[in-house]
């Protein structure tokens, strides 16, 4: 059973077909990427898997249960937790605050206890700060916890959404180009992160345009243009594959 299930799904806006019928399947503890070009309906995939985007048809299961009529914060109680292809940080919240926010899905104290400072809430505070500091320690973040989000640099800011995906406790984490406006140097330890996402037992599906990204983190690679798949395969298949490379590599490949 593949831990993520698209069957069929289309999304359509008006007259515009976004996602053409697309299936595909994440399987538990792999990096699934999927690429192609600009408009190929990439972050509407992840918009209609997280349920900002209910599918015009078509299916979503997760860990073999459908998820089509799911609100958003159903599916990341299940374990689906993602990050946005544009910022979305809490400017005036300090680093730490922004990833407390993510922790309300995991907690079940009530406005009672909380007033009345019962054993229960003082136990799941300390839960929530030690989960807090788990996910900043491992971005990298633990040491600017107390910073304004918005005096981060902005390779930071793109790993504190990761950090605030993580401390939801997810199975799958979906990114949504989180290499966007990083060096190189950024995005060779994001290559690093996200290897050792998937070593803690998280799988990832992950969308971005840099390809030497792409094609070193990756397990599977799924290949979308016009909304339609033409191409899932291993990263070195896919760089051979022609509709492929005449959709969206190019003759330079993975100079691209």
Known sequence: MALLEVSNVTMQFGGLTAIDNLSTRVEKGEIHAVIGPNGAGKTTLINVLTGVYPATSGSVSFEGVRIDGLRPYER?????????????????????????????????????????????????????????????????????????????????????????????????????????????????????????????????????????LIMTVSDVVTVVNFGKKIAEDTPAAVQKDPEVVRAYLGARGLRT
């Open 76 to 212: 990341v109680k299940l374990g689906m937790a993602r990050t946005f292809q544009n910022l979305r940080v809490f400017p005036s919240l300090s680093v730490r605050e922004n990833v407390t926010v993510s922790q309300f899905c995991r907690t079940t104290s009530g406005v009672v206890a909380n007033t009345l400072r019962t054993r229960a809430v003082v136990r799941e505070e300390a839960r929530v700060r030690d989960r807090v500091d788990e996910a900043l320690n491992f971005v990298g973040l633990a040491d600017k916890a107390g910073w304004p989000s918005k005096s981060l640099p902005y390779g930071q800011q793109r790993l504190l959404e990761i950090a605030r995906a993580m401390a939801t406790e997810p199975k799958l984490l979906l990114l949504d180009e989180p290499g966007a406006g990083m060096t190189l140097q950024e995005t060779q330890g994001l290559g690093v992160l996200i290897k050792r996402i998937r070593d803690r037992g998280i799988t990832v599906l992950l969308i971005d345009h840099k390809m030497r």
